[in-house]
């Protein structure tokens, strides 16, 4: 069985440039995440969706960043413009249901903002 | 809000010997997750653990829930190489609808 697949996996970017990342869930889960990783700490988390709903978007800097989960299935990140501080990895995830299910992870996208 | 915070921060052991990794939650736990991470890829789902006195094992790696403590520890039985990268805990908020995570544990392992 296929996992979370995450692209691009290493992007570098110009500061106000925009930026996209794409994330495929393993089939059959119906709740995504999208998460921001800091070096040296854990990761935090942006936005969850529950098939094509966000329920918790509380964390997303809505000036610059989006996302969406068309369909339900596939989601789109997206920063406009970035910052030299958006500088991180971005990890996806996903799950079955959203009640305390396993969380399982994409191997991430790691962004540097030059 | 919930804190998970994990000792030691990083560790170096020699190829063969045991080790301990430590999660200590702010509140009480309703379920500990354990994953590790090799340095620029994913986390990898290692366990769960659920009720209180709850043990786990998985080849080397033993992991335990004590409720009563709001922690959990992670024990590797005579370390390998394969057994270095970052070691996160992870426990579901009261109300089991967000993931928070500790700072994670490096573990280098000398051979």
């Known amino acids: 069985e296929a996992g979370v697949v995450q692209s691009p996996r290493y992007k570098i970017i110009e500061k106000k440039q925009p930026v996209a990342f794409w994330c495929n869930p393993i089939s059959g889960h119906n709740t995504l995440y999208w998460y921001l990783q800091n070096l040296g700490q854990g990761p935090e988390l942006l936005i969850r969706y529950e098939n094509e709903e966000a329920v918790d978007d509380s964390q997303l800097p809505k000036d610059r960043f989006s996302a969406e989960r068309l369909k339900g299935v596939d989601s789109t990140l997206k920063i406009q413009p970035a910052e030299l501080g958006d500088s991180a990895v971005y990890l996806c995830?996903?799950?079955?249901?959203?009640?305390?299910?396993?969380?399982?992870f994409g191997p991430g996208t790691r962004l540097t903002v030059l | 809000s919930q804190e998970l915070e994990q000792s030691p921060q990083s560790l170096i052991v020699q190829e063969g010997k045991n080790l301990t990794i430590n999660c200590t939650s702010s509140?009480?736990?309703?379920?500990l997750y354990w994953y590790k991470q090799k340095y620029g890829e994913g986390l990898i789902f290692l366990m769960m653990l659920q009720k209180g006195g709850e043990e786990k094992s998985h080849e080397k790696i033993t992991a335990k829930l004590d409720e009563k403590k709001q922690q959990s520890s992670l024990h590797i039985t005579a370390s390998q190489p394969s057994h270095a990268g970052i070691y996160l805990c992870g426990a579901y908020t009261e109300y089991g609808n967000k993931l928070v995570f500790g700072a994670g544990t490096i573990l280098r392992v000398k051979s």
């Open positions: 995830a996903s799950s079955f249901s959203a009640e305390g299910d396993t969380q399982y």
């Open positions: 509140k009480t736990l309703y379920g």
